[in-house]
């Protein structure tokens, strides 16, 4: 039943975005950060992805990051990433903000994504301005520049650092445009990404969450559609498509 009603109220918009978390990438076979089988049951974050922590070890924190790369590498894109990428190409869908660093909403097709939290698949120069796109994980313990030669870093935002101001005023344009949003696998608790939806739900947007289960964001969904996101967002999409197939 809420399925339909999702289906006919997104038949009724214009302009929606999607917002993912860890969770849309859970079938690809990454795991997420909370929950039952979520990394942080296995390591302590303060040791692992913080400013501090890199300062302190960076090779430690090299290693698991080179770890989580090895994962990202071998993970392709699931039936959700292919299913938002399809309905960008329709046109229903006009933007993807995720908080995933794992590249695989570009990877399914998708082209209008603003990654909140950077990409595992990048480095930055901790002293320059070099960034570096991996193709495939490094072999160095600890990767350096080949400007400057200091030490290289994931170009990724860690727990007590900002965000790229670029992709927060993009994420906040699509929140403010947005008549609809779709909020996949998040547990809604990272802020300020989490303030993404909120935005568009002040602004009225309608807010369809798909979830294993209920998140810190659920109270501000207008349909809850529960369930794994690679079996929701099929759907959702082919039930969009067919109604609008119908309307034209
Ligand atoms: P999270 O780990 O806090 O929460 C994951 C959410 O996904 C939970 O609400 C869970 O119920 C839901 N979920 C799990 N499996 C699902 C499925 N198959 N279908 C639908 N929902 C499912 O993740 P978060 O909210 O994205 O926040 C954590 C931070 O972790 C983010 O900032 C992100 O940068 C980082 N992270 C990224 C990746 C990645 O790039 N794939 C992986 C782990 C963590
Ligand atoms: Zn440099």
Redo the contacts with the bound molecule.
Sequence with gaps: MSMEKAVKLIAKVNYVVVFT???????SG??????KD??WKRFRVEDLATPQASARNPRLVWEWYKWRMRIVFQAKPNSAHLAIARLEKEGVVKAVIT????GLHQAAGSMNVIEL?GS?RRARCTACDFKLEFQEVPLENLPRCPKCRSLLRPDVVWFGETLSLDAWRRAVGEAMRCDCMIV???????CP?AYIPLLSKERGALIIE????Q?ALTSVADVFLKG???EILPAVARAILDERCLST
């Design positions: 978390g860890a969770g849309v990438s859970a079938e990454i795991p997420t950060f909370r929950g979520g990394l908080q995933n660093v794992d939290h595992i996949v696998g998040t547990s809604g608790v990272v990404a798909v979830n294993v289960k998140s794994r996101a690679g």
